[in-house]
């Protein structure tokens, strides 16, 4: 359990220097991939949807799978059309709401074609800058919509809302889980579930481990996608960097609740040129360490006593003692 461990595809490209002096130009894809695969302790990749699958799904799967690599899941990206800045699913233009949705469905086939099932969608662009731009009923209409036809396009693919409060947009319309949740009832299809980003959560104001409880509650959590931030936006900063009890808290719920997914590093090493093999194995490093005392915790009578009585400093001093040995 919490063994599996998945991460940014573009953060390969990160200081390209050290991997390719004489490199003209941006890595390709199956170059950042073969520098992923040097990462000791990585078992997964995730790709984006169209922007790292060019040619042919299975073919792609199988030279992932020759570097010793799986591939966790694709997710969406929605940058191929300028028009999808006003919204994808929710655009004002029918004609782009339905190549939105038309594109989701290719992902979701190159998902399956690819031996995995899992597909996560980040609306970004579904949102709005201004009081008085949209007409709010109407395209949470649209949204639901498009989630629906989606998600209804193969049952058997696990469909993923990664959610987050804003950028591109101002305001996001699915910013925060209790939203992304509102919409998955009403939409009402069983392959639907929620990816909780840490950073994402930290700036919707959310404390990650209950929101990831509350998801496991209403829905499905299917994905984790694990960095750290000053709660003012993505930084996507190293693993436990800012919050580490808080991301202790979260691996120790999703423990408690039986999640049993990939743990996938969302982190950005390319924003201060780091060595993204260097950081990617930094974080596996913290997890793992987290993931041991999570469980140690998980059978520590007098945390879960602690626990039951709401008693803060008994908890704290347990915790306390499993992190620094006070």
Not at 147 to 157: L, T
Not at 183 to 193: F, R
Not at 210 to 239: C, E, F, P, Q, T
């Amino acid at each position: 359990m919490l063994s599996r461990f998945a991460t940014r595809l573009n953060s390969f490209a990160s200081a390209p220097h050290l991997q390719w002096p004489d490199l003209v130009g941006k890595p390709t894809m199956m170059q950042m991939a073969e520098r992923a695969a040097t990462v000791s302790g990585l078992t997964d990749l995730d790709l984006n949807f169209p922007d790292h699958v060019s040619g042919e799904p299975e073919s792609i799967a199988r030279r992932i799978g020759d570097l010793g690599l799986s591939i966790n899941g694709l997710a969406m990206r929605y940058y191929t059309n300028p028009a999808f800045k006003r919204g994808a699913f929710t655009n004002p233009e029918a004609s782009v709401r339905r190549e939105a949705i038309d594109l989701t469905k290719r992902g979701i086939d190159a998902v399956r074609a690819m031996g995995t099932d899992l597909m996560t969608i980040w609306l970004g662009q579904d949102g709005f800058d201004y009081n008085f731009q949209l007409d709010y009923g109407q395209v949470w209409d649209w949204e639901i919509a498009g989630i629906r036809e989606v998600a209804a396009h193969d049952p058997d693919c696990r469909i993923s809302i990664e959610y987050k409060p804003d950028e591109p947009r101002a305001q996001s319309l699915l910013r925060d889980a209790a939203t992304t949740l509102l919409a998955i009832s009403e939409v009402g299809l069983a392959n639907l579930g929620v990816t909780i980003d840490f950073a994402h959560a930290l700036y919707a104001g959310e404390q990650p481990a209950l929101v990831a409880h509350l998801i496991h509650r209403r829905s499905r959590l299917l994905g984790v996608h694990l960095n750290d931030g000053y709660a003012k936006r993505d930084d996507g900063l190293m693993v436990g960097a800012v919050h580490l009890r808080s991301t202790l808290e979260l691996l120790h719920q999703i423990r408690r609740d039986g999640f049993d997914g990939a743990l996938y590093f969302d982190t950005f090493p390319d924003t201060s040129g780091l060595d993204p093999v260097a950081e990617c194995e930094a974080n596996i490093a913290t997890v793992r360490r987290l993931v041991e005392i999570a469980e140690g915790l998980a059978g520590d009578n007098g945390l879960a006593d602690a626990l039951a009585r709401q008693d803060g400093v008994a908890s704290q001093r347990i915790v306390n003692r499993a992190l620094i040995g006070a």
